[in-house]
């Protein structure tokens, strides 16, 4: 199957423009120091670049250029050549005879240039052998004077013919964040909706009636242009899947020929394109899966004559889509895995988990080929044996916010099956509770919501089990691990617990959550810097109050769930572990207070949370605080008058009250200083290290 570089040509030539203009640049830089091996580094990337993509394309000439520009390159960094003013010159005369191939790619599709010349000095130069210039610089004048005249022919009508542009995907991404906006605008017309309904219906009025009819008319229009518009927008970021999957297949015959096998490689056409963010690290990902058919499952003809089989073992790789995902799997017809050589591993690794891994059935023990250093092998091959396992595949598959699951058969052979999101803008996702923090657990890994009474529960040493249908669960309060600072009571009252079941490698779980609420399709925003290494939490969004709402990151979850008892552990009973001062952090925004919180408590802080003045001035008459940090704007009562009440009371007249807020102004901080304030931090600068450093600079904590 080759790639049909008519349609993807015009990204070729602006790409290598951009390619030619950054080699460029370092060239420039590099005359100001010989020596700068990032220079050289960032010119070997960019050339190398160049290179693949034409291979790619099918242009050999400039293929061929590029390789030898790099061995120069090459050349200098393994010290077998002196870079000299020469040398340099040299390189640049070769970027203008690589920029005249682009330039003909782009009038006449073909760089059909005869280049001997110059990679027969490029060769000299990267041998440290003499070489002349002259010669070059009168092939480069002849290129020149034909550019030239073409250029006068066609340069009046070029911009008439220009079908297409370049953005940049910084500039896409930008587009979408902006897109995001209009589509939180739309969630909270969506609900003035429902009040303006609520209303009619307890008033009866016909004119509000009349109103709300062509309201919800023009709502779902703007709905319909809003989703084709969000679709059209995303898709300036995708790219064809055969971008990555066409080399693999060249990497792979490669392979085979190391391998000393005889292996047939199926890889059918496909049409799919993806989310460049998601395109770029799965050529990775699927080079390794593969590489661990070859090794790992598949025989050598001798082995599977014997076991009756074709000598040509076979691996290929299927892809379908459905709804807004793809699924890509890599399957071999080879020797399978031997699980109970997985057992027998797993249980010399962990000998205290023994009787649990001998109970396990082949699909849990799969799970652990995925774990860091697992392998049953007591040696690498030249194939596998280069320092990535499974788990760094499932590491990486996580980060682009999918799951790998393997079905493996003795004998018969082994797929890898990677379920991904075809694009990383939007994410379906369920709405849930955990206490009275809002939360979105993505549908990838949701199996079904169920109910359950205590009754139902199964006490099984120090795990909490559940039977849905034929199959025992361990089970789990999301609360366990989520740090919230509200009890939600109304839960109470009910007789049943609300259950999301998910799935991951091969691991089905159930979380207790305190209400289940709809599924949405949303636009995902990346967590805030501070969250950054808060790996429970993978994004955000915004729902149609303009409330943030964080997104649970299920592989994580279940992490911290296998390091808990049971589920009566609430949490991780940070006031029972001796730290050095309590401090109250007083805020009427939730995920404030939450940021805030995780900082301070990340430090050994003790930390209770307030939703305005009045909370905080109750919490005050009943525990005692050594700091507090404040917000001023807030329903009830706000930061000026719960200072002020602060301040009147014996024991909090000296404590440090620190005000974290958006107001940026003079005359206002010198109010608060006068009012008793020890420090006031403006929230567009917050930084955890500057809250931090405050807060035990103010209590003389080193």
Known sequence: MLINKFELIDDYIIESKEHIDGIFEGLTSLKQNFFDENIIKILLREVHTLKGSSRMMGFKTTENLAHSIEDVLKAFTENKIELNNKCLQLLFLSLEVL???????????????????VCDILKKASCGLDFSLDKLLNFINKIEIEDNYSDSEENYNSLKDVKSIRIKIDKINSIIQSFDNLIVREFKIKHQLDLIKDYEQKTGCLEIRKIRKQLEEDFEQLEQSVFETQNNIFDLRMLPLD??????????????????KNVLFDVPQTDVSVDKIVLEPLSEILLHLIRNALDHGIEFSSERIEKSKNEFGKISLHVKTFSNKIQITISDDGRGIDYEKIREKAI???????????EMNNKQLSSFIFMSGFSTLSQASIVSGRGVGLDIVKENVEKIKGKIQVESEKDKGTSFIITLPVSLATMQGLFVKCDNMKLL?????????????YSDYIKMQDAIMLRIRDQVIPIYNLSSIIETDEKNNSSNSLNYDSIVVVEYLEQKVGIIVSDVFNTVSVVVKPLPKVFENYNILQGIIFDENYDIVPIINIPDVLLKFSNLLNYDVKKFEVKSQKKKHQILVVDDSITTRQIEKTILQAEGFVVDT??????????????VFDAIVTDIKMPRMDGNVLIN?????????????????????????????????NAFIVKSDFERGILVSTIKELLNEQ
Do not use: F
Request: with cysteine.
């Open 610 to 623: 307030a939703t305005d003045g009045i909370d905080a001035l109750n919490k005050i008459k009943n525990e």
């Open 645 to 677: 009440n602060i301040r009147r009371m014996d024991e909090y007249k000296n404590i440090p009250i620190i005000v974290v807020s958006s107001v940026n102004d003079l005359n206002t901080k010198e109010e608060y200083y006068s009012l008793g304030v």
């Open 441 to 453: 657990i993505p549908t990838t890994y949701i199996v079904e919501i169920v109910h359950a009474t």
């Open 348 to 358: 010399q690794l962990m000998e205290h988990r023994k009787d649990e891994i001998l």
């Open 243 to 260: 971008l990555i999957l066409n080399p693999l297949k060249r990497n792979l015959e490669l392979e085979i020929i190391n391998s000393g």
């Open 99 to 117: 920029s005249s191939c682009i330039n003909k790619i782009e009038s006449e599709n073909s760089d059909e240039i005869d280049i001997s010349l």
